[in-house]
């Protein structure tokens, strides 16, 4: 699909959000400055308070969208607790955002792993090394355990640790808005069906 027919509106004629969501990031990689796969990912604690922060989609498909993180962190704990989780894209260059809601739930070990193998050795050792979300005494601790990770593992593999690993999101929803000339914007709801198997689709006013 072209830049110029999804400008003129035509991407609330499709009938499924995968295809799409893999346009819009497609070109938002092409026109982003930093970081086109970045969300803003929201959750809730025990207390019912929100919480909300930047991470990096690592995959999706139509099982659903993947990040990863420290299962002991504030994130991991209050996603593991509800199950439920929200994401936001924003793509300012494109005018475009795309709001995701659904249930979450870890992903395998062995696509952990494979994942976990991918990233550069400084990020497994720092993986080990930080204890997120909780205090931190001086920048010294930090780069204190960063040596010691890093003389524990000085060549070959670094294990994945247990408390590090990945989430998807399994849409039950997903938002297409596309800013329109005087705030009358282009706004589409994917649905899932009550049996899980398909969507439906729900224009709505900007």
Partial sequence: MSEEALTSGDFTEESEPYSLFAT????????????????ALATVDADGMPNVRMVLLKGFDPQGFVFYTNFESRKG???LGARKAAMGFHWKSLRRQV??????????????????????RGSRIGAW????????????????????YTARYPIGDIPRPPHWS????????????????????????????????????VRMYP
């Fill in 77 to 79: 704990v209050e996603i």
């Fill in 24 to 39: 819009w990031l497609r070109d938002a990689e092409k026109s982003e400055p930093n970081d086109p796969n970045a969300l």
């Fill in 129 to 148: 090394a930080s204890k997120q979300s909780r205090p931190l005494e001086s920048r010294f601790a930090l780069e204190k355990a960063v040596a010691e």
């Fill in 166 to 201: 990945g989430f998807r999101l399994k849409p039950v929803s997903i938002e297409f808005w596309h800013d329109r000339p005087f705030r009358l914007h282009d706004r589409v709801e994917f649905r899932r069906t009550p049996d899980g198997e398909g969507w439906t689709k």
């Fill in 99 to 120: 709001r995701v809601r659904g249930n979450v739930e870890v992903v395998p070990d062995a696509e952990a792993d494979a994942y976990y193998a991918s990233r550069p």
